[in-house]
């Protein structure tokens, strides 16, 4: 049981309680006072304290309170010669494991004891295994953020090789998918969006001509006009994509962008013909991006106009072709930085 320090002003009430435990083999110590006692569990290991309630400057309940916060593992029981449940349900609030009223009987003093010092035990378990189990949650979810990590990364570098894959396909553009998801990208950080939306956004941007894999090379890498049919078919592709990606979870909202890619803001595109802010955000500023990168790359009916001229195109359509938010937006962002992340793509 260890030591059980006994606090109580009255020299025979210290006697009759040491004698009491030494009857039953426990061994006590005892203090005359509660500022004793605190020096006493300064400089000796103390399991449990049995205190007397009225005591002179120090009370029993202001040694509880002391004593509680300092040493939370101590068992500590008041004794008091009041037979008021009151004072008994203050002392528990304020830490007490036990209540005992005089005249004490030797088999319940230690049967308090008993019950406390388990009580105490069973909470130090507790808490003990309370630190492991959040020792354990939190070794477990820098386990599942760093698996989470990886599996992003991996969908991250398959995303971007299907992306290069269609553009491959598509001979003319050549390392598109790429460029457009990074112009989009840094619009997007300028308007402000959130992490989860730019992680859409580089998805959607990466596959938003996905749906060109179901077009035939014969419309697809046509070098003259296409016909009404033609161009049909080709206007197909964004349906195709949608459909092909929507069914897949992490995908769901950037199925929202491939579909709605070719959507304009005073509503003359499609599939929908999306009006203004109908369309979402991604796909608006997708839009502008993607004028962006087709107006700055090579094409085998001209070469490559300036970021300058791409400046001048996105200023006359904003508010006709293009949201003028994502316009402004994009107009804001100097003429240089879109050099350099072309040329950044290009090292990718």
Not at 32 to 60: C, K, N, W, Y
Not at 176 to 197: F, M, T
Not at 244 to 249: D, N
């Amino acid at each position: 049981m260890g030591l059980v320090l006994i606090v109580d002003d009255e020299p025979s009430m210290r006697k009759l309680l040491a004698a009491m435990l030494a009857d039953s083999g426990v061994a006590s110590g005892t203090a005359a006072s509660g500022e004793e006692a605190l020096r006493v569990l300064e400089q000796e290991e103390v399991t449990a304290i049995l205190a007397d309630l009225h005591m002179p400057r120090l009370s029993g309940m202001q040694l509880l309170m002391e004593v509680r916060p300092r040493y939370p593992d101590l068992a500590f029981i008041v004794v008091t010669g009041e037979d008021d449940v009151r004072v008994g349900i203050e002392a528990m609030r304020n830490g007490a494991d036990d209540y005992l009223v005089k005249p004490l009987q030797p088999e319940v003093v230690l049967a308090s004891l008993h019950r406390s010092l388990e009580k105490k035990l069973l909470q130090k378990q507790l808490e003990k295994y309370k630190r492991q189990l959040e020792e354990m949650v939190e070794e477990r979810t820098k386990q599942l953020q760093s698996a989470l990590q990886q599996l992003e990364g991996s969908y991250g570098e398959t995303l971007h090789a299907l992306g290069a894959a269609i553009d491959l396909r598509d001979g003319p553009t050549a390392g598109h998918s790429r460029r457009v998801s990074l112009y989009s990208l840094k619009i997007a950080a300028a308007l402000g969006l959130c992490k989860q939306e730019l992680r859409t956004l580089s998805m959607g941007a990466s596959l938003h001509d996905i749906g060109k894999l179901a077009i035939p090379d014969s419309i697809l890498l046509k070098p003259g006009v296409l016909s009404e049919e033609e161009w049909r078919i080709m206007r197909s592709h964004v349906r195709i994509g949608y459909d092909l990606i929507k069914q897949i979870p992490f995908l769901a909202e950037a199925a929202e962008i491939v579909l709605g890619h070719h959507e304009r803001y005073d509503g003359t595109g499609y599939p929908r013909g999306l009006r203004g802010r109908e369309a979402p955000l991604g796909a608006r500023i997708f839009a502008v991006a993607d004028t962006v990168d087709a107006m700055t790359s090579d094409r085998p009916y001209r070469c490559a106009l300036s970021f300058n001229e791409a400046h001048e195109e996105i200023r006359r359509g904003s508010g006709i072709r293009y949201d003028p938010q994502v316009s402004d937006s994009f107009l804001q962002i100097p003429l240089d930085v879109w050099e350099t992340i072309r040329i950044e793509a290009a090292k990718r």
